[in-house]
């Protein structure tokens, strides 16, 4: 799961210790999502600071800390994810002449920054929701996943540009006011606070950009730019345009096998894994193909309700006995 916490001075009020201090207590109440590691960067130059709590799921060692900066110095990450395709863009990353020190996602997601950049963050990002700072440009970015499976929040405290996996790291920024300004300035990517700020069916990416070259100060607030880089509508509108080509069998028998892929890819782990089964259809589909790719019992878990109008235990239980997973109802 991870956190990921950051703060963005563009004029440079904050003093680096103090800046260092806040972003290390917005990372702090995130350590239920990262209890693995802790990690920290700052650039004062820049009035930048981020911070990282981490779930090491693929690369548990160092070598995959975060915030990472690039080979080349350019580009800091700081990210909540996974990189779903990471095998097949280190071999492609390789090719090119990319040196890897470690076995981690995370790195091969910066090398895919560094040499592709951002302007198409979906392509090399499959379920990351991440802050980068473009150190030549003097720029950080906000990007988010094409549907927001997790919440990135991000807003103005003041004249210091926020974000955090949790509203609650930026409710413990001096100036915060949620109440009076919270849906005037607060956008959360992923889900609905302010319907007019907030892309609900497409992804989004925010760009800030510090003023000066490093020296002179701003004396005003650098608005951030917000743009879209993948709409469903404009998916949907593209697919109905494209002729079917096959017939249903021959559609289905395609769509069972993007269907395996997909769930295939993120079973990759160095960690064990698990799923949630409800008995319904989408989590037995699911529970099911995990049971093709794996070759001892997947482990499931389903949480009962004592109304019965809300509870799926049995039924969860019967999907899990015909699959013969490793099965365990909690109440």
């Given at each position: 799961?991870?956190?990921?916490?950051?703060?963005?001075?563009?004029?440079?009020?904050?003093?680096?210790?103090?800046?260092?201090?806040?972003?290390?207590?917005?990372?702090?109440?995130?350590?239920?999502?990262?209890?693995?590691?802790?990690?920290?960067?700052?650039d004062p130059e820049c009035g930048l600071a981020f911070g990282h709590r981490r779930l090491a799921v693929v690369g548990l060692g160092p070598d995959g800390s975060q915030p990472m900066v690039s080979p080349?110095?350019?580009w800091v990450l700081?990210?909540?994810?996974?990189?779903?395709?990471?095998?097949?863009?280190?071999?492609?990353?390789?090719g090119e002449g990319m040196v890897f020190r470690g076995g981690s996602d995370t790195e091969v997601l910066v090398a895919a920054v560094q040499a592709w950049g951002l302007d198409r963050p979906s392509k090399p990002a499959k379920?990351?929701?991440?802050?980068?700072?473009?150190?030549?440009?003097?720029?950080?970015?906000?990007?988010?996943?094409?549907?927001?499976?997790?919440?990135?929040?991000?807003?103005?405290?003041?004249?210091?540009?926020?974000?955090?996996?949790?509203?609650k790291s930026l409710a413990l920024l001096p100036g915060f006011n949620a109440p009076s300004t919270g849906t005037r300035w607060l956008c959360t990517c992923g889900t609905t606070a302010s319907r007019h700020r907030t892309p609900s069916i497409g992804s989004s990416q925010v760009v800030a950009r510090a003023g000066g070259?490093?020296?002179?100060?701003?004396?005003?607030?650098?608005?951030?730019?917000?743009?879209?880089?993948?709409?469903?509508?404009?998916?949907?509108?593209?697919?109905?345009?494209?002729?079917?080509?096959?017939?249903?069998?021959?559609?289905?028998?395609?769509?069972?096998?993007?269907?395996?892929?997909?769930?295939?890819?993120?079973m990759v782990a160095d960690v064990p894994v698990g799923a949630f089964l409800s008995g319904g259809v989408?989590?037995?589909v699911v529970v099911a193909l995990m049971q093709r790719h794996s070759h001892r019992p997947v482990r499931t878990y389903t949480v009962g309700f004592a109304d019965r109008a809300f509870d799926e235990s049995a039924e969860a239980a019967a999907v899990a006995a015909h699959l013969?997973?490793?099965?365990?109802?909690s109440w």
């Open positions: 799961m991870c956190g990921i916490a950051g703060l963005f001075d563009p004029e440079r009020k904050t003093d680096p210790e103090g800046l260092a201090r806040q972003v290390g207590a917005m990372a702090e109440v995130l350590t239920h999502r990262g209890p693995d590691a802790e990690g920290y960067w700052s080349d110095r350019r700081n990210y909540n994810g996974e990189l779903y395709n990471h095998a097949d863009l280190r071999r492609r990353l390789a379920d990351v929701r991440l802050g980068a700072v473009d150190r030549q440009r003097r720029e950080l970015h906000l990007v988010r996943d094409r549907f927001g499976e997790k919440p990135l929040y991000y807003g103005w405290v003041g004249n210091r540009l926020a974000f955090a996996s949790e509203l070259d490093g020296r002179r100060r701003r004396t005003a607030r650098c608005p951030p730019r917000v743009r879209s880089y993948w709409s469903a509508r404009q998916a949907v509108e593209d697919a109905r345009r494209r002729p079917l080509g096959a017939p249903p069998e021959v559609l289905a028998d395609q769509l069972e096998s993007a269907l395996s892929d997909s769930v295939a890819a993120r989408d989590s037995s013969g997973t490793d099965h365990t109802p």
